[in-house]
């Protein structure tokens, strides 16, 4: 039997980007009977991924140099977030992936006598996959112009919430 864990954090100043994983198998034979060979074989994954969907919040922290403002400035007496990774990773949305995928195959082996065998299989595996995004519209203050100007990180065509779910089952003789 195996069981592993994985937990990560990311790379980012929030908890927006990590990735959780845990994953189970066991394989069970046995050889109690001469002519009866029994086996189970069960496997288990589940992963939950959030990251920043088409932002380009890495881009950001390449064009961006060190000196650019960060915080908040105003405009026209209204205070607004300027456009840095910090900034975009706070108030943005992060989006969501979880994958579950289990498969157990059972395997029965009768030898009735010698040098002949009778093998019968059974395997049932199911996958679920689930995805989850909100783009909602941010409002910055351009820093890098010498004049600040206000831009928005979506319109209103492209500024949705998203959810979409897939789930198979399949069985195998």
């Known amino acids: 039997m195996g069981f592993g864990y994985l937990n990560e954090d990311g790379v980012l100043v929030t908890d927006k980007d990590s990735y959780d994983r845990y994953n189970v198998s066991s394989y069970i034979r046995s050889d109690a ?3 009866l060979v029994p086996e189970l074989d069960v496997k288990f994954a589940k992963a ?3 990251s920043f969907g088409n932002n380009n919040l890495y881009n950001y922290a390449i064009w961006f140099p060190s ?3 960060t915080g908040y400035g105003e405009k026209d007496g209204v205070s607004y977030p300027y456009n840095t990774p ?3 990773a706070q108030l943005s949305y992060p989006s969501t992936n979880t994958t579950e995928n289990t498969r157990i195959t059972g395997r029965v082996t009768l030898k009735p006598f010698k040098n002949f065998n009778v093998v019968g299989e059974y395997t049932y595996e199911t996958n679920f996959y689930e995805a989850e995004s909100f783009n ?4 910055f203050l351009k820093g890098q112009d010498s004049t600040p100007t206000i831009e928005d990180t979506a319109t209103p065509e492209n500024s949705k919430y998203s959810y979409s779910t897939i789930h198979t089952t399949r069985s195998t003789c």
Do not use: A, G, M, R
């Open 86 to 88: 910090y900034n975009v």
């Open 48 to 50: 939950e991924q959030s």
């Open 67 to 69: 000196f650019h403002p």
């Open 33 to 35: 009977l001469k002519w």
């Open 136 to 139: 909602p519209i941010l409002t």
